[in-house]
């Protein structure tokens, strides 16, 4: 089973939720890879550090042992044996993992990683750089776009779930600057691979997003 399914696409786009379900369907793991980079931006702000672009940060980084680990074929993170995979998700963390994840140093320290989890395939892998960077040679390799209004709705709704208060409009700004920085940043960069399926999921269910990229995958031999 070496099939990798690579879906890639801008915050709230509907990946992560969207990624888990294909690879429910499919009878694959999910690897969310943004996690692994919100892990790392976890660990710099526990250590107190607020610049993500100092030497400080990179050695936080370089010291902490970030691993993914699935629960059947749901995956959690841990951060140094501890399970942070709701802490994660905080407005903190997402304020500091665009520019820390924009330092080549960093993304070197978890893009083999990704790969070693994704190696024997059977995986479904999300996150910004998957078909471009990380697995080029994926079965198939998506590209999820939204309107960024949908996308702030999206994620304000993730972030009241999980029981802390968010700002519509802060998000809505904050998901405008992510993508300003994701897109122009000079190591990998946010950008839809020659070969990857776009699909516009603003006024689509995730049931709808879901059926559409098994269908491709089954198409091209998942």
């Not at 888990?20 to 690897?31: D, K, M, Q, S």
């Not at 993914?68 to 802490?87: F, Q, T, Y």
């Not at 699909?199 to 879901?210: A, C, F, K, N, S």
């Amino acid at each position: 089973m070496s099939f990798v399914v690579a879906i890639d696409g801008p915050a709230g786009s509907g990946k992560t939720t969207t990624a888990r379900a294909v690879a429910e369907r499919l009878g694959y793991r999910y690897l969310d890879t943004g996690a692994l980079y919100r892990a790392l931006a976890l660990a710099v702000i526990r250590s107190g550090i607020k610049d993500p672009h100092g030497e400080e940060a990179l050695a936080v980084c370089r010291a902490a042992r970030v691993r993914p680990v699935w629960e059947g074929r749901a995956m959690r993170v841990l951060l140094d044996g501890e399970d942070v995979s709701e802490e994660i998700r905080s407005p903190e963390v997402t304020r500091l993992v665009s520019p820390l994840s924009a330092r080549p140093e960093v993304r070197a320290l978890l893009v083999d990683l990704q790969r070693e989890a994704g190696r024997e395939g059977g995986i479904v892998v999300e996150g910004r750089d998957i078909g471009s960077v990380v697995f080029p040679e994926a079965g198939l390799k998506v590209f999820l776009v939204a309107d960024p209004e949908e996308r702030a709705r999206r994620r304000w709704k993730e972030i009241e779930a999980s029981g802390v208060r968010a700002n519509l409009e802060e998000i809505r700004r904050a998901i405008d600057e992510r993508d300003r920085r994701d897109s122009g940043r000079s190591v990998a960069p946010l950008v839809r691979a020659k070969d990857a399926v776009e699909i516009d999921t603003t006024r689509l269910t995730i049931d709808e997003q879901v059926d559409r990229i098994v269908r491709l995958a089954r198409e091209a031999g998942a």
